[in-house]
């Protein structure tokens, strides 16, 4: 996975360090690049809804049934945690944070402080990602700053889709394809299912940890980016490999990687509440 902070520094340094996570879709072949998907009218991406974290990247969420009223989200990676990475097999809930956001508009500037009240859940184990519950609400942020949350796609991303990686930490911007999809993504001693693997143009760096992937078609969210290949190692931590249905193993050096977000929208009830137990979520239990 990116490392936060320190290595997000280096890269800076050395152009090229760390990377981030994709999506997966489940009824396409491993390791294969489907055809790109038909074109559509693009949407503008920019930094709008993103924020900037201590060490990594992340952005304000909403779900298809949010109402205005509820507590603002806010989505990054399981590893971005401020307490240390969630060890294999462990689920976080409910767990204090008075965690601060930097939230940018368009232009990438930071115009608020948004702050944490609780991690709602964090985890490591299929997927790597943390939200947090804020203390304002998304009307209260569209009243003060004009700024919408970004939507969470609740279907499966499609192999071809054109989409932008937006890193509120370093205020940078990456545009590709979904390449293909990950039947295991291994790094050390986390395993993630059905990943997104992103064509090479995204060459994403440490600190773009926790980026919205936005499909350029709808501006949803469609994945959260988390990792990358960096020196061509197997199956290390900051190397990745990805492991096919007969236990295959195959290392791309220089490519990113991100985890699909399009099943959490499932765990949340009205009121932004998280429910574990609700129809249709298959998001990993405590």
């Not at 489907?34 to 990247?57: D, I, M, R, Y």
């Not at 009240?117 to 304002?136: A, E, F, G, L, W």
């Not at 220089?254 to 998001?283: D, H, M, R, V, W």
Request: hydrophobic content about 35%; glycine content about 10%; overall charge neutral.
């Amino acid at each position: 996975m990116n490392k936060p902070l320190l290595a997000a520094l280096s890269a800076l340094a050395v152009a090229g360090l760390g990377a981030t996570p994709a999506v997966a879709a489940p009824h396409t072949a491993t390791g294969s690049s489907a055809p790109h998907a038909a074109k559509a009218a693009a949407v503008t991406v920019n930094f709008a809804g993103t924020v900037s974290l201590s060490n990594c990247s992340g952005s304000v969420i909403r779900f298809p049934n949010s109402a205005d009223t509820d507590p603002a989200l806010v989505l990054t990676n399981g590893h971005c945690l401020e307490t240390g990475f969630p060890s294999p097999g462990e689920v976080i809930t409910g767990q204090s944070s008075s965690r601060a956001f930097g939230l940018l508009n368009s232009s990438g500037s930071k115009v608020a402080t948004l702050r944490a009240n609780q991690v709602v859940y964090s985890t490591m184990t299929d997927t790597d990602v943390t939200i947090y519950r804020t203390t304002t609400t998304y009307a209260a942020i569209r009243s003060s700053y004009g700024i919408s949350p970004l939507t969470v796609q609740d279907t499966h991303p499609v192999a071809g889709t054109a989409i932008k990686v937006v890193s509120g930490y370093w205020k940078r911007i990456y545009s590709c394809n979904i390449d293909g999809f990950v039947y295991r993504l291994k790094e050390g001693d986390w395993t993630w299912k059905d990943s997104v693997r992103y064509t090479s143009a995204c060459n994403t760096i440490g600190g773009t940890s926790g980026s919205p992937v936005i499909d350029t078609a709808t501006g949803k969210v469609v994945a959260v980016n988390n990792t990358g290949n960096e020196d061509g190692e197997r199956c290390t931590e900051n190397n990745p490999c990805e492991v096919d249905a007969n236990g295959n193993v195959t290392v791309r050096k220089g490519i990113n990687y991100a985890e699909e977000t399009y099943n959490i929208p499932a765990c949340f009830t009205t009121g932004n509440k998280l429910n574990l137990s609700a129809s249709g979520c298959t998001l990993p239990k405590p």
